[in-house]
Structures are given as structure tokens and as C-alpha cells.
């Protein structure tokens, strides 16, 4: 899929297995909703299943981290309600932790979280 009207906006999609749902691309309309917010780095993962879907998305927003639920039914798509409080924004992905004790939840941000500090470490600021 092209993405070159996304070129200020870093993509990057991890698989992530869940029961029930098969490992799938969002769409043009899904980045577009993303790369208006301001993003500029887009970790995520995201599944279809009959009539619903699910995902998470870690996402850098004017030197700030958020999360976005992708959990949806057949009525909405996985970025419908997609937006960002400065207010709830980290200064890091590995702020994100304390934040979430649940084990499942905790499972599916940690592959986006352990992405995107090895791409930190990485960089030269």
C-alpha cells in the first residue's frame, strides 16, 4: 500500500496474535485520522475479526506518548474516536506501564512499548 502522502509520519505495524482474529493492515482513512492529530511515530498492531476488530497503538504527538484502543465493533473502525490530551501524554513509552496492572492489557503494549525503546536507543538526539 502506498503511503507517501504520509512521509512526515513513521509507521510502524508489530503482529500481535489474539484468539479469534487474524493479524490485518489499517487503512489510508485509519492513517490519515492519525497523521492529522500530529502524529509522528505510529507503533501499532491491529486484527480483524467478524464484524469487529482489535488493536493498540502507541503513538508520538508533539514530543509526547499516548495509547489508543483500536477495539471496535462492526458500527465504528479502529481510529473513529482517536484523540489526544496533552494532559494524558508520557514522556516516555515506558511511563506507560504503571499505568497498567491487568495482565492482558499489559501483554499487548508491551511489544509497542519494547519497539519503540529499542528504536530510541537507537537514535541520535
Known amino acids: 500500500m502506498e503511503r507517501s502522502k504520509f512521509k512526515d509520519m513513521e509507521i510502524i505495524k508489530l503482529v500481535v496474535s489474539k484468539e479469534y482474529y487474524t493479524p490485518s493492515e489499517l487503512n ?7 497523521h ?10 491491529y486484527s480483524d475479526g467478524d ?11 508533539d ?8 477495539s471496535h465493533c462492526s458500527c465504528n473502525g479502529p481510529t473513529e474516536d482517536v484523540s489526544f490530551s496533552p494532559s494524558e501524554g508520557k514522556k516516555s513509552p515506558a511511563d506507560f506501564f504503571p499505568m497498567y496492572e491487568e495482565a492482558e492489557v ?7 512499548v519494547k519497539e519503540a525503546m529499542q528504536d530510541l536507543s537507537t537514535e541520535t538526539l
Open 28 to 34: 489510508d482513512w485509519d492513517f490519515e485520522r492519525f
Open 51 to 61: 464484524y469487529c476488530g482489535d488493536g493498540l497503538a502507541l503513538v508520538l504527538v
Open 63 to 70: 514530543g509526547l506518548w499516548y495509547t489508543h484502543g483500536m
Open 106 to 112: 499489559s501483554d499487548e503494549l508491551a511489544p509497542l
Open 36 to 45: 492529522n492529530l500530529g502524529t509522528k511515530r505510529l507503533y501499532y498492531w
